[in-house]
């Protein structure tokens, strides 16, 4: 998507379609067709864990940051306060889109691992598939605050551990046993640089989520 | 020395982990990273919106992933550079999302969904939510496509 060009639009183009075009066949997705579901997964973890490299690298659009306001929200409760006019600190999210095919798109969330930021992951969890929990095994505890969280609120995550060069090379039960995680998670290495990794730790928490579905329904074609 | 660090690792993650599932801890680690309020995981300062006259609560629900497009209602007011530039994301042939508008806006998804919602008040933009599944990782044909999907990228 090039907006540039659009914006950019010489005399006599349209930069809007008209009025008219409302309702004949305007611009945008046909309605008639039922949505496909949105599907989401959360890259979660510390900082410097390779969020934004992952997402980066797995997506198919450019890597978006999308940012959310930090100040402000911890005053929503004010009813009287409307109007921000300090300046605001944001929060940065990696966003990025992977189109699996015509019916699924599958959207990923980089979102940052402190608690403080947990608000933003409320809206974040809403719908999602699961997680993928980047972890940095110079730093292991920075994932912790992702990992509780997830098992908290029941959502299907592996723990994809991130070897950055000159980082000490774990065993995967090594990892699994200093995190505390539950036998059934996975542990999986990743090289967030890598689309193939970055696309395989994706596809082993797709993998691992179909071996613990819950009340699986296998219903009709979705 | 792996070893010991492994074992040593252990036990601080597991009273780390016990003090945060007990609420006994203050909810901040102790580490270096985390000590000021404003880390390298924060992201930039901003200025007040103009764009928004300061205004920071949406009128409108949407969601990150709600897809917005252009209806062609040509608004009766003259829209602002903001305004006029979000309509032109809106008007791509795919309907985009509001974390994408956001992203090109360079604009924080909160500041994005107020001006998103001033263009809906003028019916030039129409937004349609995401359809989340209630257990999508219960959905094993789902789950079974997008596997299939991820594999097929391999
Ligand atoms: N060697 C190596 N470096 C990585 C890897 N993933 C990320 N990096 C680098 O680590 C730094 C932090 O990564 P970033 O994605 O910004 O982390 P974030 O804070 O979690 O978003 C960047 O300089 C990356 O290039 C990896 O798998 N291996
Ligand atoms: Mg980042």
């Known amino acids: 998507m090039d907006c540039a060009d659009v914006c950019e639009a010489g005399p006599g183009t349209r930069p809007l379609p008209a009025p008219e075009g409302r309702g004949a066949q305007g611009p945008g997705p046909d309605r008639s067709a039922p949505p496909p579901a949105t599907l989401k997964i959360l890259v979660a973890g510390g900082f410097g864990a390779g969020k934004t490299t992952f997402v980066g690298a797995v997506s198919e659009i450019e890597p978006l940051c999308t940012e959310e306001l930090l100040t402000g929200l911890s005053e929503a409760d004010d009813p009287l306060e409307g109007v921000e006019s300090k300046t605001a600190t944001t929060v940065a999210l990696d966003f990025g889109r992977i189109t699996l095919d015509s019916r699924h798109v599958l959207y990923l969330f980089g979102t940052p691992g402190q608690q403080r930021f947990w608000f933003l992951w409320e809206e974040l969890c809403a719908g999602a598939l699961g997680a993928v929990v980047l972890a940095d095994t110079r730093r292991l505890a920075d994932c912790f605050p992702a990992v509780d969280f997830f098992e908290r609120r029941g959502i299907g995550f592996v723990l994809a551990v991130n070897e950055f060069d000159g980082g000490h090379r774990y065993t995967a039960d090594e990892v699994r046993e200093a995190v505390g995680l539950a036998p059934e998670v996975p542990v999986v290495r990743c090289d967030a640089r890598l689309a193939s990794s970055g696309t395989r730790a994706l596809a082993a928490l797709v993998h691992h989520l179909l071996t613990t579905a819950r009340h699986p329904r296998s219903g009709g074609p979705t | ?154």
Do not use: I
């Open chain 2, 1 to 154: 020395m792996s070893a010991t660090r492994a074992t040593g690792a252990t036990s601080a993650v597991r009273a780390a982990r016990a003090a945060r599932a007990t609420g006994t801890g203050t909810g901040t680690r102790t580490g270096p990273r985390d000590t000021p309020w404003l880390d390298d995981s924060a992201g930039r300062v901003m200025r007040p919106y103009t764009a928004t006259s300061g205004r920071t609560r949406p009128d409108v629900a949407l969601d990150l992933l709600s897809l917005v497009s252009a209806t062609g209602v040509r608004p009766r007011t003259a829209l602002g550079p903001e305004h006029s530039h979000v309509l032109r994301l809106c008007a791509a042939a795919a309907a985009p999302s509001v974390a994408e508008v956001a992203a090109q806006l360079r604009l924080p998804a909160v500041v994005t969904k107020v001006l998103l919602g001033d263009l809906m008040r003028y019916g030039a933009v129409t937004a349609r939510a995401p359809r989340f599944l209630n257990d999508p990782a219960d959905d094993l044909t789902l789950l079974r496509a997008v596997l299939d999907g991820l594999r097929r990228r391999l």
